[in-house]
């Protein structure tokens, strides 16, 4: 058995302590890791235990403890049942942290076993954060050629030259003048690879003052990566509980708080 599993047994046993004091018996005590020798002579390992007795009759529930990734299968259900009926006069009870198949369900209701799911609650989030900032340089605009003559054409004019200054946000427009992207936004599209990159086929048009939309076929420019300080924050619960008990049938659920009490409420702090 790992310290996880260990550390899930302990956790149930702390909120199943709690619960039976919220259901008024204050002085049950439960009980961690106890070995019961059955009827058959045979000895069982019980992940929590408790006892009391009441007008001359013991009463045990022994509690089986699965801290699965997965749904518990109908087979632990058997082998647990196997068990109780071994042990005799206990109730039992198998508490997890995901859920149970519909096999395991319907054992359990017909062997009177209770199914529960228990779980931690998160209380804090630590979040840390490596921000990188993406520079782009030496941006080329290669134009589509018949594009660029039937531009001038329209003008009457032989040459012509631009100066572009963008701060980025320059719209790229569709064949019937709507704004498909901006350079900012094909750019970052492409912001992963350190270098001189290219975009192909890229099919859009940029309005040129005096000239109107001269369709681009390509966009090459330099991409450098700065890494920049870590940020880190922490995101803390409002309330004070940190555990949670779910009954799979009853489907009531109550909540484990700081100081040990138990309700059907997350109290805020």
Known sequence: MNNRDTEYELLVARILQGMLKYDGFENLHVEHDVVLTGKSGAT???????????????????????????????????????????????????????????????????????????????????????????????????????????????RNLEHFSIELRSTGEHPLLGKNGEVIETFNSILNKHS??????????????????????????????DVTHIKLPPMESVITSPNSANAVIEDIVDENRHYIHDDGSVNQVINNT
Not at 209 to 221: A, Q
Request: overall charge neutral; proline content about 1%; some cysteine.
């Open 44 to 154: 069982h390992q019980i992940d929590v235990f408790w006892e009391f007795k009441a007008a001359g009759t013991i009463y045990r529930t022994c509690v089986e403890c699965k801290n699965y990734a997965s749904a518990v299968k109908k087979l632990h259900v058997a082998a647990f049942s196997a068990t109780l009926a071994d042990i005799g006069n206990a109730n039992g009870i198998i508490a997890t942290t995901h859920s149970f198949q519909k096999g395991a369900k319907l054992l359990a209701q017909q062997n009177n076993i209770r199914l529960v799911l228990i779980n931690n609650l998160i209380k804090t989030i630590h979040i840390v954060m490596h921000p990188q900032q993406t520079n782009f340089t030496n941006l080329s605009i290669i134009f589509n050629q018949e594009s660029v003559r039937e531009a001038l054409g329209r």
């Open 192 to 221: 992963n690879k350190q270098g001189r990159n290219r975009i192909d086929d890229v099919n859009l048009f940029l309005d040129v003052d005096e000239l109107g939309p001269v369709l681009i076929d390509s966009i090459e420019f």
